[in-house]
């Protein structure tokens, strides 16, 4: 539930300030211009494609590593990512930071539905599925209350929040 938490935080730390930002990396453009739209929605798109091209990479390693480790290399992934989309300086830099940290979400997905198909009852799989969908959007909640407290900072210094998911893995590996 907690990685699918994080999740639900790492998702929506983008999309919270993705204009701002990108209009800030296209060289201070005004958000309405509509390169910035562009160059935003070309971002996503990575972000997509690597959410999903992480289940099936780290399904193979979940595979081969276990699943609980994968898991926590699931979630190493998007946290550092994330982390480094603070230092990125032209909006590439931020696609190829997304799209990296999106190898992680998907892989997370992956790896952690699988590890709950394996663990837990047949008939407890559909109510801890609707527990875990729960988690995402507590995350999504916490990066909104993350965006509003730190409203009067750069957009970019949000994306040092998305750290918060690796140390977690630490402290509890």
Known sequence: WLGWMLDGLELHLYTLVALPFVAHLLGNLPTTDPSVGQHAALIQG???LGWALGGAFFGRIGDRLGRARA???TVLTYAVFTGLSFFATHWWHLMIFRFLAALGVG??????ASLLSET??????????????CGVNIGILIAVLANHLMARSEPKYLFLVGIVPALLVFWIR
């Open 46 to 48: 990575s972000f997509l």
């Open 120 to 133: 837990w009852p047949r008939k407890w799989r559909p109510w801890i599925a609707a527990v875990l969908q």
């Open 71 to 73: 898991l926590s290399l």
């Open 107 to 112: 892989g997370e997905w992956a790896v952690g």
